[in-house]
């Protein structure tokens, strides 16, 4: 049983750090992307919506990696931070959602026109 107890409290940190790591490469090459498609591509019409895609799917790993540090917690404070956290992310990620939604129906109506 300790043997898993520090399988888990070394491989878990490990875990998340690549989580989080992969989350801040997406969401920097969504940023990167749409930075030059914006001022040196032809179609600007979708650079909002595949901006906000790409800082969705960032936090969706950012958020699973906060939710792995649960697992390694020791204190009530350590939850209670880990809780905010994963509660802002997740109404963050919402609002992108929803901002998205919003988005691709107005790329619709533009497309219908």
Request: glycine share 8%; aromatic share 8%.
């Amino acid at each position: 049983m300790e043997l898993f107890e520090t399988l888990v409290n070394k491989g878990v940190p490990v875990i998340i750090h690549c989580l989080e790591l992969m989350g801040v490469v997406i969401i920097l090459f969504g940023a990167l992307k749409n930075f030059f498609t914006y001022f040196f591509g032809k179609d600007k019409g979708n650079v909002r919506l595949e901006l906000a895609q790409a800082m969705s799917l960032g936090l969706e790993f950012k958020l699973g990696g906060e939710i792995l540090r649960t697992v390694v917690v020791r204190t009530l404070s350590e939850i209670s931070i880990v809780g905010a956290i994963i509660v802002l992310r997740a109404a963050l990620t919402l609002l992108i959602h929803w901002e998205i939604k919003h988005m691709e129906n107005e790329h619709k109506e533009k497309e219908a026109k």
